[in-house]
């Protein structure tokens, strides 16, 4: 994740995402990017989705290293009126300034909101001192909204969610203008550096595509999975150029953290690498490999199994690993189909099905990811010896695997009893137990127990989750 330099497995935040009334968030004893970076003297601000938990005030962004902090808690909420639902009936506020609920501020598009914050920031801060803004859009997830005056260039197309998407699009790419402009008219602009990103693949349905790429967001597939980006800054010494270096998300806290003149060192738990030389001379990526994930509560493939994984890894279990050339994907790596762009009315229809996937009995896979970016030929039978050394990796990372962090939603985060807002519930001196509550699952695997009943409970909420109905 970004503000931590380690893998999903290091952190127990390798399944799903974290629910609005999970008492979880990114461990406490981590770190964080801004952390690091007011260590280095800079000012840090936040504005934007935060998404990392907020059961306890220790969690919020004010207290993980931003000294300012202004958007919203929750994964998702609309653009309007910042309301964020999670279920029929639980819904609440979630705009906050710092850590009080900014009450009125409703009615301008987040878009737009933020990035008039942003600009507020510059305005009045002074560019003498370092400064890290991190500014995370709402856009361009669901709800699709956008003001209607964005939506009027895109009325030809005749799919309505694409013609939505489009004009969200139009809106970020406006306020990425508005704060470059803001950098040079406020005398940050020579000495800075703008790391545009996104966090996951498209959602089809939703008006985003990844084609020609297999899969979507929530899968390990490349549409899920390879994220597309820029950097953009007078500092770089190559410009205009392409970079088919090997990236991971975990790269950026080394990275930036080494641009700011901060210190790293393997006490931080390191899986990411300082790629500025990469990404700014041209010279050869440090990284060789990526751990995708393994998620070890996602439900297991029916076909999968420890002989299938040559007895070195269960393929059963959810995983990716990239190493090279090489991707390998064992147990259900999600939604697999290659998805044409939606520009008809009547998307899907059927001459989608032309593109449906026919190995759904599978439970391993293995692609010249370099050569087939596209994932059509699996090349697992043909290469036997990349596949047991991929497995290796895979049961080499999974020993140093914490446990999943993922307790059950606690009521007490209803927003009706918290003043119809979105925020902390648990106080701060209350204890954890993720770690005991994953052991006594583990202990009754055997039985029709609550595990059991969980891997049915995340099939359902993972089908959710890729069909936006949450």
């Known amino acids: 994740m970004l503000f931590s330099p380690r893998y ?42 935060w998404h990392l938990g907020f059961y306890k005030k220790e969690c919020l962004p004010t207290r993980r290293g931003f000294d300012t902090y202004f958007g919203s808690l929750t994964g998702s909420v609309d653009y309007y009126t910042y309301d964020s639902c999670d279920g029929p009936g639980l819904c609440g506020y979630d705009l ?3 850590e009080t609920v900014a009450w009125g501020r409703g009615g301008k598009y987040s878009t737009h909101l ?45 799919n309505v969610a694409r013609r939505k998407y489009a004009a969200m699009v139009s809106v970020v790419d406006e306020a990425v203008r508005n704060v470059t402009y803001a950098l040079r008219k406020y005398g940050y ?3 800075s550096v703008i790391v545009f990103s996104t966090d996951n693949g498209g959602q089809p349905f939703a008006g985003g595509s990844n084609w020609p790429l297999r899969g979507r967001k929530g899968t390990y597939w490349e549409g899920g ?37 901060g210190n790293v060192s393997a006490s931080d738990g390191l899986d990411g690498y300082d790629v500025w030389p990469a990404i700014s001379e041209g010279k050869e990526s440090p990284r060789r490999e990526i751990l995708h994930n393994i998620d070890p509560l996602y439900n297991h493939a029916k076909h999968g199994s420890w002989q299938d994984g040559f007895r070195l890894w269960n393929t059963a279990v959810q995983a990716s690993i990239r190493s090279g050339d090489w991707k390998l994907l064992t147990g259900d790596p999600g939604y697999g189909d290659w ?13 989608w099905n032309l593109e449906r996937r026919t190995d759904i009995r599978k439970s391993l896979w293995l692609f010249n990811i370099t050569g087939d970016p596209y994932e059509r030929y699996d090349l697992s039978s043909q290469r036997p010896d990349v596949v047991k050394e991929l497995l290796a990796r895979l049961a080499h ?43 006594k699952k583990s202990k009754l695997k055997k039985k029709k127990c609550k595990i059991c009943k969980l891997t049915s409970f995340f099939r359902k909420l993972n089908t959710g989750i890729m069909s936006n109905k949450i």
């Open 114 to 158: 933020y990035t008039q914050r942003v600009r507020k920031i510059l305005a009045t801060h002074d560019p003498r001192q370092p400064i890290f803004i991190f500014l995370s859009f709402q856009a361009v997830h669901t709800p699709l909204q956008s003001p209607k005056e964005y939506i009027y260039q895109y009325r030809d197309m005749g």
């Open 189 to 191: 602009y020579q000495n």
């Open 339 to 351: 998805i044409p762009p939606q520009t008809l009315a009547d998307f899907p229809g059927s001459w």
């Open 96 to 98: 906050h300034e710092g």
């Open 225 to 261: 999975i390879r994220g597309v980006g820029f950097v953009h800054s007078p500092l770089l010494r190559r410009r205009r150029k392409v970079s088919r270096a090997l990236v991971h998300i975990t790269d950026w806290y080394p990275t930036l953290v080494g641009l700011a003149g």
């Open 397 to 439: 990372y999974n020993r140093t695997a914490i446990p999943v962090r993922y307790p059950a939603e606690d009521p007490r985060a209803n927003p009706e009893l918290n003043g119809g807002a979105w925020g902390p519930w648990a106080g701060d001196d209350e204890e954890d137990s993720w770690d005991s509550v994953y052991q």
């Open 8 to 49: 999903q497995i290091h952190t127990g935040l390798q399944h799903s995402i974290i629910r609005p009334r999970q008492p979880n968030c990114l461990p406490l004893d981590q770190v964080t990017l801004p952390q690091k970076l007011q260590e280095a003297g800079y000012a840090t601000h936040m504005v934007g989705k």
